[in-house]
């Protein structure tokens, strides 16, 4: 079970694999003295991959019960903890139920809340490289790799009904089958007209395989963790993208093989490759507005992203 310690200060918690290793850790404290939060500080909670389902609950049970334990971004654990514990919370928001997944952790007038944020924070980065109009403009396809909260919200985003663009087509690849049947159940709901192919890849050439029948200027995406909590990539380096494609790498740190990949690919394939810095920026600062109940005006953003640019 967890070691946790009563909070001597206002603390928000990064509920993760390998917390030590985030940009978070160095970035926080900056981030807090220009938003007026001298006093908060972050911690970190380290929890294996699909862990116990009691070892969820202790965690929301001490930010819940812990006075100066103000929230949590959570990230890796967003399915399982709000599988394992979802009955601890007062309020859950429209998204965390819709997708069985849980982001953020904070508190409000004494209930206990829970949000799913990355449909939010994944839109954002998205728009910042994706173009506008470029479905309609080209007619490609979406690709994820990994069934997990990121792949939801990514898919859900793009492929919304109301969009008057989105990919024409949705395919999603996983190494594990109930993942890869909840978000076929999902997506259903979502978005009950696209077209979807849902793919059981157990081994990187499976998804190398079907890298070859993904439609140029697609959108390809590593959703598996992949390359930060686990060592690999979801493809082998005989895999070939999409020509004139865009590639994303939602990690950030880490070893990051298949960023390499898609870079050692980049001219010949006429890539366009992101990592994941943006939407960890995005992520976290959706959170902390969450947790501290502040609102983080453009120009606000602005200043953050250039303090973590420097931290880069």
């Not at 202790?58 to 903890?81: R, Y």
């Not at 709901?189 to 192919?197: G, Y």
């Not at 109940?293 to 953003?301: A, Q, S, T, V, Y």
Request: charged share 25%; glycine share 8%; net charge negative.
């Amino acid at each position: 079970m967890l070691s946790l310690s009563k909070a001597d200060r206002p603390t928000l918690y990064f509920i993760g694999v390998t917390t030590g290793q985030s940009s978070i850790m160095k970035l926080f404290p900056l981030w807090a003295e220009a938003l007026g939060l001298q006093d908060a500080v972050i911690r970190g909670i380290d929890i294996g991959i699909h862990a116990d389902p009691a070892v969820y609950r202790q965690a929301v049970e001490f930010i819940k019960n812990d006075e100066l334990s103000l929230g949590a971004l959570v990230t890796t654990h967003k399915i399982d903890l709000y599988h394992a514990a979802k009955d601890l919370f007062d309020y859950l928001d429209p998204y965390t139920e819709m997708f069985g997944e849980l982001s953020c952790i904070s508190k409000k007038d004494g209930r206990l809340e829970g949000y799913a944020k990355d449909p939010i924070s994944s839109g954002l980065a998205l728009e910042a490289f994706v173009p506008d109009n470029y479905w309609n403009n080209y007619s490609g396809e979406l690709f994820v790799m990994g069934a997990g909260g990121s792949a939801i919200a990514i898919s859900a985003y793009l492929l919304d009904p109301c969009k008057a663009s989105r990919p024409t087509k949705l395919i999603v690849s996983n190494r594990s089958k109930h993942r890869l049947d909840e978000i076929q159940r999902i997506m259903g709901d979502v978005a009950p007209n696209i077209d979807a192919e849902y793919h059981l890849t157990p081994k990187p050439t499976d998804n190398d395989a079907i890298l070859r029948q993904v439609k140029p200027y697609s959108l390809v995406v590593n959703a598996t963790g992949l390359g930060k909590d686990q060592p690999g990539s979801p493809i082998t380096d005989d895999g070939r993208f999409p020509q004139n494609g865009l590639v994303w790498e939602l990690n950030y740190r880490g070893a990051l093989d298949f960023l390499h990949q898609a870079k050692a690919r980049e001219e010949a394939d006429r890539l366009y490759v992101e990592d994941g810095w943006i939407y960890f920026i995005h992520g976290w600062t959706q959170v902390i507005a969450e947790v501290f109940h502040l609102g983080i005006p453009e120009h606000k953003f602005a200043e953050l992203e250039r303090i973590a640019g420097s931290l880069r």
